[in-house]
C-alpha cells in the first residue's frame, strides 16, 4: 500500500543540482510530505518537509505541485557526501506519527 | 536538530542468547520512541511504537514475546531481542519525536547492527 512512487537511482554530478522527484497522487489534504536520507549503516535524517507550500532550508528545497500529486525534493550543489538512500514519506498530521519507507531513490554523486 | 543515542552500536552474539538495546534522546523527552528492523538492501520496517508508562504497540507480524520493548523514562526506550537467532541478524534503528521542537519530525538513532551466530 505504497503511498510514494520514487525512481530506484539517479546519478548527479558533484556541484550540479539534484532534482528528486516523487508521486503522491493519493496524497489527502492533512498529509504532509516529508523527505528523509540514510546514507549507508546510518539511521536516516530528516531533511525537510511541506504541505502546500514550497519549502527551503539549510539543506534543501522542496517544490510542491498546485495538486500535491508529487514534489522535487532539490540539492543545489550536490557534494559527495550527498549520496544516499532518499525516502519520500507523506504522512497525517503527526499526531499519528507512523513512518512508512518505500524503497526510496538511491542518489550518487558522481565525481 | 535533537540527538537520538543508541547503544550498542554493534553485537555480535551466540544462538539463543539475549541482546538488549538501548535508545536515549539526549536533549528532549519523549514520549513515544518507535523501533525499525532494516535488512540489507532493504527499506526500514517499524516494528513496534514504544510509549513511555505504558505497553508497546507491536506492528502486525512482530512477536512481542521475543521482541520486548521498555519504555521506563521519557529518555530511554529499550529493545531486548529474546533467544536470538541467525535469522534476527538485521540493522534496529529508533527514532523519537521532540513534541517540544520547532519542527514536527521523528529523529532516528545512529542504529545497531545485530549478527547472531
Known amino acids: 500500500d505504497a503511498k510514494t512512487t520514487q525512481p530506484p537511482s539517479m546519478d548527479c554530478a558533484e556541484g550540479r543540482a539534484a532534482n528528486l522527484p516523487c508521486n503522491h497522487s493519493?496524497?489527502?489534504?492533512?498529509?504532509?510530505v516529508y523527505w528523509y536520507r540514510q546514507i549507508h549503516s546510518q539511521g536516516p535524517q530528516y531533511i525537510i518537509h511541506?504541505?502546500?507550500n514550497n519549502e527551503t532550508n539549510e539543506m534543501a528545497s522542496l517544490i510542491i505541485t498546485e495538486d500535491r500529486k508529487s514534489s522535487t525534493l532539490i540539492l543545489p550543489h550536490a557534494t559527495l557526501r550527498d549520496t544516499a538512500v532518499y525516502y519520500c514519506?507523506?504522512?497525517?498530521?503527526?499526531?499519528?506519527?507512523?513512518?512508512?519507507f518505500g524503497t526510496g531513490t538511491r542518489l550518487t554523486i558522481i565525481p | 536538530g535533537a540527538v537520538v543515542s543508541q547503544h550498542p552500536s554493534w553485537v555480535i552474539c551466540k544462538s539463543g542468547t539475549s541482546v538488549k538495546i538501548e535508545c536515549r534522546s539526549l536533549d528532549f523527552q519523549a514520549t513515544t520512541m518507535f523501533w525499525y528492523r532494516q535488512f540489507p538492501k532493504q527499506s526500514l520496517m517499524l516494528m513496534a511504537t514504544?510509549?513511555?508508562?505504558?505497553?508497546?504497540?507491536?506492528e502486525q507480524g512482530v512477536e512481542k514475546d521475543k521482541f520486548l520493548i521498555n519504555h521506563a523514562s521519557l529518555t530511554l526506550s529499550t529493545l531486548t531481542v529474546t533467544s536470538a537467532h541467525p535469522e534476527d541478524s538485521s540493522f534496529y534503528i529508533c527514532?523519537?519525536?521532540?513534541?517540544?521542537?520547532?519542527?514536527?519530525?521523528?529523529?532516528f538513532g545512529p542504529g545497531t547492527r545485530l549478527l547472531v551466530l
Open positions: 514519506i507523506v504522512v497525517a498530521d503527526f499526531g499519528n506519527e507512523k513512518l512508512t
Open positions: 511541506g504541505l502546500k
Open positions: 527514532s523519537a519525536r521532540d513534541p517540544s521542537g520547532l519542527v514536527e519530525t521523528q529523529y
Open positions: 514504544s510509549n513511555e508508562g505504558s505497553k508497546a504497540t507491536y
Open positions: 493519493t496524497i489527502s489534504g492533512n498529509e504532509y
